[in-house]
């Protein structure tokens, strides 16, 4: 059983930064490709960055390129998610996931994390 922890929420102004963990405290997450999803209230739950489970592929949603980057320590079971030049768009429930598969499709992550939340001061 994968069980995922995330941390590193907060409030934030706009044009800073925060790093977002991901931890397992069941198996480990080194044969899971991983993602990050947000959700914002009233909107639906949408892919952020994803990462395949030896970190070699990376992929990001349009409005986080160059803002966001996503990293792994499979040595430490962990996942991050570096985001700088944080918008008032980025405000969400920030979730992490993990799935067999490098997508982005929430219908293909098997696990998740409770949500950490972000919030973006203009």
């Known amino acids: 059983q994968v069980q995922l922890v995330e941390s590193g929420g907060g409030l934030v102004q706009a044009g800073g930064s925060l790093r977002l963990s991901c931890a397992s405290s069941?198996?480990?997450?080194?044969?899971?490709?991983m993602g990050w999803f947000r959700q914002a209230p009233g909107q639906e739950r949408e892919f952020v960055a994803g990462?395949?489970?030896?970190?070699?592929?990376?992929a990001y949603r349009d409005s986080v390129k160059g803002r966001f980057t996503i990293s792994r320590d499979n040595a430490k079971n962990t996942v991050d998610l570096q985001m700088d030049s944080l918008k008032a768009e980025d405000t969400a429930v920030y979730y992490c996931?993990?799935?067999?598969?490098?997508?982005?499709?929430?219908?293909?992550?098997?696990?998740w994390g409770q949500g950490t939340q972000v919030t973006v001061s203009s």
């Open positions: 990462i395949s489970w030896n970190g070699g592929r990376t």
């Open positions: 996931a993990a799935s067999s598969l490098l997508s982005r499709r929430l219908q293909d992550f098997d696990y």
């Open positions: 069941g198996r480990t997450l080194s044969s899971y490709s």
